[in-house]
């Protein structure tokens, strides 16, 4: 059974920083493409971050230079580092795990953790 459990979201004021994790299991998680995306209320989700299975890293343009995505393949985890939160950055954040074969494509998501950005 595949798991993907994020943690980590809270309430923060502008300008501060949260890191969110996402611990994986029941799947080769090095050999994954991991992702976070993002949800706002009345909005669709958006991609904020990738990381591929050998490291390489791509950010929307709203939060580059401001979020770093990484991972930790001993321990089958994913993490977002996020500073310089602004307001716009409230949302729901999801883990994402994608994997594409010759014959199939896997992909499979977390339940979200809420990120509040306040004053």
């Known amino acids: 059974q595949v798991q993907l459990v994020e943690s980590g979201g809270g309430l923060v004021q502008p300008g501060g920083s949260l890191r969110l994790s996402c611990a994986a299991s029941?799947?080769?998680?090095?050999?994954?493409?991991m992702h976070w995306y993002r949800q706002a209320p009345g909005k669709e989700r958006e991609l904020v971050a990738r990381i591929t299975s050998n490291g390489r890293t791509n950010y929307a343009d709203s939060v580059k230079g401001r979020f770093t995505i990484s991972r930790e393949n001993a321990k089958n985890t994913l993490y977002l580092q996020m500073n310089s939160l602004k307001l716009e950055d409230t949302a729901v954040y999801y883990c994402?795990?994608?994997?594409?074969?010759?014959?199939?494509?896997?992909?499979?998501w977390g339940q979200g953790t809420q990120v509040t950005v306040s004053s």
């Open positions: 029941g799947i080769p998680f090095s050999t994954y493409d």
């Open positions: 994402n795990a994608a994997f594409a074969s010759y014959t199939r494509t896997y992909n499979y």
